[in-house]
């Protein structure tokens, strides 16, 4: 992305570097061309002579260290310093290092309003010739990271402009350290370049594969609730057990049909659950171009048309937080009507209520009244605000499913972020209104105890799938649980799964995406991850986990 292309009101603040940062280097040399990336005063000139601007400031850590400080005065504001950086004749490629850490990023009116390293290359006459994705910071992350990228360099470009920013973020701080530009070696670069065209055959591998899945008939069968369990047409109970392919809920989606082939071919799944966004069914997503919905709706019509091509079943699950709302509604009137009683096809009507009380998550309500508010037992787990006053509750999520003709089994997720199911036997339980039945959700994770009364209480009389479950590593990229809550991770991988086990619960195992955490595989090579894929490939594959501990 560029900075002209959306014509932002913005204050940039440029660094006056235009002198020294024009001088061209040698490839392989790896001296950094730009001066001060250190931010240290006395190298070639004052650090904070070099980089000035409003809101932004050259700090001083107890031991001594320097660093750039960019932080939004306002929200919408955008803080950046800028340096134009010089390519020699002959280089092939680039490499950008950095040191980074930030302090309360919120995302502004679009998705891409974050912290960012911007990056763009440039021929003689200023024109951009390249982009490359930038890094990007959000949230809170108190110890420095260190991250570096590398990029070949497009024919004719003669500059890299690399520009630290705040771009148009609702609020946050970025702090910069060690930020270098060096030229790889010509024998890297050609290793690089042999990379990216081994990955492209791949891909185009991969796609081909997919092809001959896609084009086989549908076999998946049409599945009904019987009491506590879910049966084929034929009276043979089925146990759904498989994972999370996760990614539509924030953009387009990575690797989702490949993803999707690994999950059932080699982990031996055979139930999906993809999660979508309805601002991007619609076309209203954050980033999202103009006119891209229907690509986007064919996405999820590969992915039906996949698992039924495969013989498993695909949770489409509308990944939204806090309470149903008309626009949810809207959705499903919209989705139902697609899938309609396609056998492969089960409807998650949302992802995960929160603060409201039973009264409301079933039949709606003001949300600003004391009474339809509840308290959470767990944590808040991310930034999502609820817009608008008025819930639909989730009955009327049922019958405009229900109205659009489809009797799809439907998976719905109760209260405090779908863990708790205690109101399901309470008086809360949804109608139906005559369709294949209705599973309910929990979602169990580490910080969140009482298996036996938030969940096993409705699973002795209602079919239950866990949507999501995962183990962290540990708790360094989950701050918003509490120290309290911080419950030990040793040996709760295991235990999770044979509870699930042990009570024949259904479960998609949470995220088969390398950076949505608590993460199940290490890479797009599918490696598992140790903490948490190790354990749920091998319960896919037929391990039977002992029950050591109820949590």
């Not at 010089?86 to 309360?104: C, D, F, Q």
């Not at 209520?353 to 309500?365: A, L, N, T």
Request: charged share 20%.
């Amino acid at each position: 992305m560029t900075l002209g292309r959306h014509n932002p009101v913005r204050t940039i603040l440029m660094a006056a570097l235009m002198a020294t940062s024009l001088a061209s280097f040698g490839a392989g040399t790896g001296t950094s061309l730009i001066p001060n990336g250190d931010f240290e005063p006395g190298q070639n000139g004052s650090a904070a002579d070099v980089w000035k601007g409003e809101n932004l400031s050259v700090e001083k850590e107890e031991d001594g260290n320097h660093f750039l400080r960019l932080k939004s005065p306002e929200p919408g504001k955008m803080v950046m310093v800028y340096i134009p950086v010089a390519i020699a004749p002959g280089t092939k490629a680039l490499e950008v290092s950095y040191r980074a850490r930030s302090e309360g990023i919120k995302v502004g009116k679009q998705s891409w309003f974050d912290g960012r390293i911007i990056l763009n290359f440039k021929d003689a006459q200023k024109k951009i010739v390249g982009s490359p994705n930038p890094p990007t910071f959000q949230g809170t992350r108190k110890d420095w990271k260190t991250g570096s990228m590398k990029l070949l360099v497009p024919a004719g470009a003669v500059t890299l402009e690399v520009m630290p920013s705040l771009f148009q973020v609702a609020a946050g701080t970025l702090d910069l350290d060690d930020l270098r530009v060096t030229a790889m070696s010509d024998a890297d670069a050609e290793a690089m370049i042999a990379a990216i065209a081994a990955a492209a055959k791949k891909k185009a591998e991969q796609a081909a594969l997919v092809a001959l899945d896609l084009a086989l008939p549908p076999v998946t069968p049409e599945l009904k609730v019987a009491g506590t369990q879910v049966v084929t047409a034929d009276v043979k109970a089925l146990w759904l057990q498989g994972l999370s392919v996760d990614s539509m809920q924030w953009g387009t989606g990575d690797n989702i049909l490949w993803s999707m082939r690994v999950a059932v071919n080699d982990w031996h799944a055979n139930v999906i659950r993809l999660a979508v966004h309805d601002t991007f069914w619609f076309g209203r997503g954050k980033g999202q171009a103009p006119g891209t919905e229907e690509a986007y709706r064919k996405s999820v019509d590969q992915a039906v048309q996949f698992a039924a091509a495969k013989g498993i079943y695909l949770v489409l699950d509308l990944h939204q937080f806090g309470a149903p709302m008309p626009e949810h509604v809207e959705f499903w009137k919209s989705a139902a009507a697609r899938y309609k009683n396609n056998p492969a096809v089960l409807f998650e009507l949302f992802n995960e209520p929160h603060g409201i009380s039973w009264q409301v998550w079933r039949d709606g309500g003001n949300l600003k009244s004391p009474e339809n508010k509840s308290t959470d037992v767990n944590p808040t787990e991310n930034t999502e605000k609820q817009a608008g006053e008025n819930s639909v509750g989730m009955q009327a999520m049922v019958d405009a499913v229900r109205a659009t003709g489809a009797k799809n089994i439907l998976v719905i997720g109760a209260l405090d972020w779908a863990y708790d199911l205690t109101g399901i036997v309470n008086g809360y339980a949804l109608d139906d209104r005559g369709g294949n039945g209705i599973m309910y959700v929990s979602h169990i994770y580490p910080w969140k105890s009482g298996w036996q009364e938030k969940v096993l209480v409705a699973a002795a009389k209602h079919p239950v799938i866990i949507t999501e479950v995962g183990c962290p590593a540990d708790y360094s990229g989950f701050q918003f649980i509490p120290p309290p809550q911080q419950y030990p991770l040793d040996g709760w991988a295991e235990d999770v799964i044979a509870f699930m086990q042990t009570n024949k619960l259904h479960w998609t195992g949470f995220s088969f995406h390398p950076r949505c955490g608590p993460q199940i595989i290490l890479d797009w090579d599918y490696n598992p991850t140790p903490y948490w894929g190790v354990y749920v490939k091998a319960a896919l594959g037929g391990k039977t986990f002992e029950l050591k501990k109820m949590r």
